[in-house]
């Protein structure tokens, strides 16, 4: 059985849930998607004809479903893949009518490619109930890390404390509840908040982001960095000589969809982690990886947290060497790969 994995429009996504696990596989993958690069409709039929699976990554597009559709009946067998909720949408943050329509459609479009799918995969248990409604036919795919994109850290000689306050974390409504102790971080001289997003290269505000992007420009000890293609991500990281990466978020379902990826990414790096846990349990950094990070329950103590790791630092980089073997052990993609084909078949055959 040949599995084609194709790209969704997020090529961060597209990046560990289908280039990773086709890579090391030995399955097909569309490379030029990763760089950024437009890849031909043609092309892409060329080789979903020599496929016998096609595994379409977060397919938002109507195109998408058409082209799932066509290969359908030509007898290939279609495969959804998500790591994010088609009902979790945060539409209020979108700002204006026509980008709230754009996102509902988008959902439309998802709902519509899950009953059209012969099997789907999500990343978490959450997902999987939520998919369940609308396709009996559900599998739990982790993410994983690739090794290799491990890289030795920039050593931090600035005599500052630097967080890493990185992508998504810094927008969805997720930094708001703590934005006042943000503020007392930034009134310190001996830290610096280290941001990585909502900006691109070119200096222009991602869509949708404004409101976030006025926050963290209003700060005066904050030093910004561009978000960076999925190539470039965590070789960035590791050259931001960051001591923490903080990763609060909004108790809402939205997040109790998403995965433990920032934890991943960080640990690889050997960066020591702060992250939101929520009060029934549901964070995606609860369970068994809580052991490797540390965790904030009750939003008003993230400065006090924060204060506590800076000065018994030697422990908590202890901690993140710890959850770098960790994730190794437990989400290399290496080892995990194959369970990707195997599962697919599964879904296939039921």
Same mark, same amino acid.
């Given at each position: 059985?040949?599995?084609?994995?194709?790209?969704?429009?997020?090529?961060?996504?597209?990046?560990?849930?289908?280039?990773?696990? =086709?890579?090391? &596989?030995?399955?097909?993958?569309?490379?030029?998607?990763?760089?950024?690069?437009?890849?031909?409709?043609?092309?892409?039929?060329?080789?979903?004809?020599?496929?016998?699976?096609?595994?379409?990554?977060?397919?938002?597009?109507?195109?998408?479903?058409?082209?799932?559709?066509?290969?359908?009946?030509?007898?290939?067998?279609?495969?959804?893949?998500?790591?994010?909720?088609?009902? =979790?949408?945060?539409?209020?943050?979108?700002?204006?009518?026509?980008?709230?329509?754009?996102?509902?459609?988008?959902?439309?479009?998802?709902?519509? %490619?899950?009953?059209?799918?012969?099997?789907?995969?999500? &990343?978490?248990?959450?997902?999987?109930?939520?998919?369940?409604?609308?396709?009996?036919?559900?599998?739990?795919?982790?993410?994983?890390?690739?090794?290799?994109?491990?890289?030795?850290?920039?050593?931090?000689?600035?005599?500052? %404390?630097?967080?890493?306050?990185?992508? &998504?974390?810094?927008?969805?409504?997720?930094?708001?509840?703590?934005?006042?102790?943000?503020?007392?971080?930034?009134?310190?001289?001996?830290?610096? #908040?280290?941001?990585?997003?909502?900006?691109?290269?070119?200096?222009?505000?991602?869509?949708?982001?404004?409101?976030?992007?006025?926050? @963290?420009? &209003?700060?005066?000890?904050?030093? @910004?960095?561009?978000?960076?293609?999925?190539?470039?991500?965590?070789?960035?990281?590791?050259?931001?000589?960051?001591?923490?990466?903080?990763?609060?978020?909004?108790?809402?379902?939205?997040?109790?969809?998403?995965?433990?990826?920032?934890?991943?990414?960080?640990?690889?790096?050997?960066?020591?982690?702060?992250?939101?846990?929520?009060?029934?349990?549901?964070?995606?950094?609860?369970?068994?990886?809580?052991?490797?990070?540390?965790?904030?329950?009750?939003?008003?103590?993230?400065?006090?947290?924060?204060?506590?790791?800076?000065?018994?630092?030697?422990?908590?980089?202890?901690?993140?060497?710890?959850?770098?073997?960790?994730?190794?052990?437990?989400?290399?993609?290496?080892?995990?790969?194959?369970?990707?084909?195997?599962?697919?078949?599964? #879904?296939?055959?039921?």
């Amino acid at each position: 059985m040949k599995i084609l994995y194709i790209q969704g429009n997020y090529n961060f996504c597209y990046y560990y849930r289908g280039y990773l696990p =086709g890579v090391y &596989s030995n399955q097909t993958v569309v490379p030029e998607n990763i760089r950024g690069e437009e890849v031909s409709a043609d092309k892409l039929m060329q080789k979903a004809m020599i496929s016998d699976v096609i595994c379409f990554q977060r397919p938002t597009s109507e195109e998408s479903y058409k082209l799932a559709w066509l290969l359908k009946q030509a007898g290939k067998k279609i495969i959804m893949d998500n790591d994010d909720t088609y009902s =979790g949408i945060p539409l209020h943050r979108l700002g204006n009518e026509k980008r709230i329509e754009l996102a509902k459609q988008l959902n439309k479009n998802l709902y519509d %490619f899950s009953k059209l799918a012969d099997g789907i995969t999500v &990343s978490t248990r959450v997902l999987a109930k939520e998919y369940a409604e609308l396709n009996p036919n559900v599998a739990v795919l982790k993410n994983c890390i690739d090794p290799y994109d491990e890289f030795e850290c920039k050593e931090n000689e600035t005599g500052k %404390f630097r967080i890493g306050i990185i992508g &998504s974390v810094m927008s969805n409504d997720d930094c708001n509840e703590i934005r006042d102790q943000i503020k007392q971080l930034d009134e310190r001289n001996d830290i610096t #908040l280290v941001l990585l997003g909502i900006k691109l290269a070119d200096g222009r505000v991602m869509t949708g982001m404004q409101e976030d992007y006025d926050f @963290w420009a &209003s700060l005066k000890n904050a030093e @910004w960095h561009p978000s960076v293609n999925i190539t470039e991500y965590m070789f960035t990281i590791s050259q931001l000589a960051l001591d923490l990466a903080i990763i609060p978020r909004k108790e809402h379902y939205f997040n109790q969809c998403k995965s433990n990826l920032k934890f991943l990414e960080m640990s690889l790096l050997g960066i020591p982690v702060l992250a939101q846990g929520f009060s029934d349990g549901t964070s995606p950094y609860q369970g068994a990886d809580e052991e490797y990070m540390s965790i904030v329950t009750d939003n008003e103590t993230w400065y006090n947290r924060i204060m506590e790791i800076k000065e018994k630092y030697s422990d908590y980089k202890l901690l993140a060497h710890k959850a770098h073997d960790y994730v190794v052990e437990n989400y290399n993609i290496h080892v995990y790969a194959q369970t990707w084909t195997d599962t697919i078949k599964k #879904l296939l055959t039921q």
